[in-house]
């Protein structure tokens, strides 16, 4: 096992000055994300948080999806390909008798969350993962790019140095979509990648439904060939280079310490609002 590199005689945390850089990242953000109005001809959006299987789940509905339609699913499961049924809302919609659904690892602005905002947000599935989790896949996905400690990784500050994800990432993540779904109740469906992993062909028709779209028993059966791993790593666009899947040796080999665990379930329960049933607030 990988040591986590636990940081000893760790100087005493300033929780106040932590709660005002989280708040100014918030703040900054806040001003800056519209996509909602952006993208406001979107008939849903499929948000994930990153690292949570994006491209894996949006894979096997958009498999399902398309049999549904009698259209051609989608060639690969990572690059522009992936995108022939899901995809970023800017390249508009790819099939008339689907519904037109963008995808994106979005944190929408807090403006959003207010029911008195001009602009109803249409039906969104947002997938999450156990935060922890989370964290260990990004880390070992982007470790050679970060050159720092799975403890100082752990402990990086809001508004230091810019990672691809951070804990502060995952938490304004959380905080955000479940503001919104607090806001605009039955608009929002969360999808842990847990429960998916379990029964995807009960999540998928659920995410389906969500949309509007209502798959049936053999739509569902030409979307789960894609439940392994193994199977969406086949279908990658051998074109791009970006890693989608962690390695799963060197992932299960890396682990937080307990100081890591005590540490993040301490900034948990004193900056997530929304766990959405993991439990992260409670004590490891």
Known sequence: MLAAGAMQDAPAIDWTKLRHAFGF???RADLGNFFFWQFREVDG???SGKNSGTH???????????????????THTSGRAADAVIGHPRWGRQHADLPFIGSSHSIPSGAFAWRLAPFRPPPVVV???DIRDAL?????KWRDDYAMSLSEFARCWPTGRKLVADVWWYIHFFNRWGDVAAAWP???????????RADPGTWLMRMAAHFGVTLGAEDVAA??????????????????TEIVIPEAELRRAIRFSDADL???GEVFRRFLRHDLGYSLREAP
């Open 262 to 264: 005590a540490y993040l």
């Open 186 to 196: 039955g608009r929002v469906l969360f999808v842990r990648y847990e429960d998916v």
């Open 223 to 240: 979307a789960l060939p894609y439940r392994a791993h193994e199977a969406v790593r086949a279908k990658l666009d051998p074109g791009e």
């Open 127 to 129: 997938l999450v993962r």
């Open 25 to 27: 990242r918030v703040l």
């Open 45 to 47: 959006f499929l948000i």
């Open 56 to 74: 894996w789940v949006k894979f096997m509905l958009s498999v399902a999806l398309a049999h549904s339609a009698g259209v051609a699913p989608p």
């Open 136 to 140: 260990l896949s990004n880390y070992v």
